[in-house]
Antibody, heavy 120, light 105 residues
Framework: EVQLLESGGGLVQPGGSLRLSCAASGFTFNTYAMTWVRQAPGKGLEWVSTISGSGSNTYFADSVKGRFTISRDNSKNTLHLQMNNLRAEDTAVYYC?????????????WGQGTLVTVSS | SYDLTQPPSVSVSPGQTAIITCSGH??????SYWYQQKPGQSPVLVIY???RRPSGISERLSGSNSGNTATLTISGTQAMDEADYYC?????????FGGGTRLTV
């Protein structure tokens, strides 16, 4: 059974940094793309970033490009999202999701999410 | 940037067919995906590559995609289908979600 467990969320001041992690199990991690999707309170889903199985290809939404970095440690089956220069509008629940072996494809299953709050 | 447009809400009586649309420029040339999100829960993939259902998803859910519109159809709608539904597609190395449709049964 695929399991995804996010961690690292919390309260951070504007301009601050935070590193999210997603521990994966139940599948051959290095074979599949992984994605971060966020959801602001009461709002819809917003794609944040995707990384290929090998980690060699990364993709970012314009809203986070240059501020967020996605990475993965295939030896530890862990996905990361480094978030710098955080803004109030980055406040959201951040979900990690397993993708397909092809990067531009579906997202699923999803983790339970971790809440990031950017506020002074 | 690429946009996907969904109706904010759809209402259906139990047992009837619910149709949720997702519109985008030449969407039919891309794969469409659909996610179901119930209150307080994480999203669940319900349709991928326009028409395919993941294992465990009810046969009452079906998808199609042609021209500028992808469609999620839920036949024999039940109370358990009440949820937010999001379409998604890829364009120029960017994943895009529709704004979501709240299905009320």
């Amino acid at each position: 059974e695929v399991q995804l467990l996010e961690s690292g969320g919390g309260l951070v001041q504007p301009g601050g940094s935070l590193r999210l992690s997603c521990a994966a199990s139940g599948f051959t991690f290095n074979t599949y793309a992984m994605t971060w999707v966020r959801q602001a309170p009461g709002k819809g889903l917003e794609w944040v970033s995707t990384i290929s199985g090998s980690g060699s290809n990364t993709y970012f939404a314009d809203s986070v490009k240059g501020r967020f970095t996605i990475s993965r440690d295939n030896s530890k089956n862990t996905l990361h999202l480094q978030m710098n220069n955080l803004r109030a509008e980055d406040t959201a629940v951040y979900y990690c999701a397993k993708g397909d072996t092809v990067t531009e494809n579906w997202f699923g299953p999803w983790g339970q999410g971790t809440l990031v709050t950017v506020s002074s | 940037s690429y946009d996907l447009t969904q109706p904010p809400s759809v209402s259906v009586s139990p047992g009837q067919t619910a149709i949720i649309t997702c519109s985008g420029h030449k969407l039919g040339d891309k794969y469409s995906y659909w996610y179901q999100q119930k209150p307080g829960q994480s999203p669940v993939l319900v349709i991928y590559e326009d028409i395919r259902r993941p294992s465990g998803i009810s046969e009452r859910l079906s998808g199609s995609n042609s021209g500028n519109t992808a469609t999620l159809t839920i036949s024999g709608t039940q109370a358990m289908d009440e949820a937010d539904y999001y379409c998604q597609a890829w364009d120029s190395n960017t994943a895009v979600f529709g704004g979501g449709t709240r299905l009320t049964v």
